[in-house]
């Protein structure tokens, strides 16, 4: 069964860092599009960052732009969101997410095939 497993969400102070995993199961990461969307109370999920199979490019939201890094690890079949001075706004349920395509097509939501349960991030003094 193809699964998606997000951790690493939690409370943070403003200014902090957090990393959130995503672990891949019923198949393989390593060559299709991966994706990292959010969605705040309220609010419409939107995108954070993509990349591109086999450790492409990358693409960030200018919100996050400078202080989220996205990355894979193959030998682990597992992304990572390495989120650094985080800030109140950053509050959200994040996901992740995999189109079975090599090339991202920005954050189109529906151009992604498989998504994880969600993590909730904090971010509060």
């Known amino acids: 069964q193809l699964q998606l497993v997000e951790s690493g969400g939690g409370s943070v102070q403003p200014g902090g860092s957090l990393r959130l995993s995503c672990a891949a199961s019923?198949?393989?990461?390593?060559?299709?599009?991966i994706g990292w969307f959010r969605q705040a109370p309220g609010k419409e999920r939107e995108g954070v960052s993509s990349m591109d199979g086999n450790g492409g490019s990358t693409n960030y939201a200018d919100s996050v732009k400078g202080r989220f890094t996205i990355s894979r690890d193959n030998a682990k079949n597992t992304v990572y969101l390495q989120m650094n001075s985080l800030k109140s706004e950053d509050t959200a349920v994040y996901y992740c997410a995999v189109s079975l395509s090599y090339y991202c097509s920005g954050y189109v939501m529906y151009e992604y095939n498989y998504w994880g349960q969600g993590t909730q991030v904090t971010v509060s003094s």
């Open positions: 019923g198949f393989t990461l390593d060559s299709y599009c």
